[in-house]
């Protein structure tokens, strides 16, 4: 059973940060990739970044410049550090990681307002 769990989602202000990380666990061999989604309402879900398990990075266009995706890979953790945030960035951000099959995590809402 692999289970992921995100934290650090919460409320913040147009040009702040916030910073989710996202634990696996379970019986896991390896994690090929590990990502970043977000839905808002009545939006479909999109990739807001990806890293593979060497590093290699992928982001939506709308936050290229704006968030970092990293990994650890000792404690089987991804991060996302989300900096200049704006309203648009309100979404409900999921977890995902490919191993062998892809798992999702729960889900943490980020909201951006004042």
Known sequence: QVQLVESGG????????????CAASGTI???????????????????????TNIGATNYGDSVK???????????????????????????????KAKIGSDYWGQGTQVTVSS
């Open 10 to 21: 919460g409320l913040v202000q147009p040009g702040g940060s916030l910073r989710l990380s």
């Open 29 to 51: 061999l390896s994690i090929s990739i590990m990502g970043w989604y977000r839905q808002a309402p009545g939006k479909q879900r999109e990739l807001v970044a990806s890293i």
């Open 65 to 95: 410049g704006r968030f970092t995706i990293s990994r650890d890979n000792a404690e089987r953790t991804v991060y996302l550090q989300m900096n200049s945030l704006k309203p648009e960035d309100t979404a409900v951000y999921y977890c």
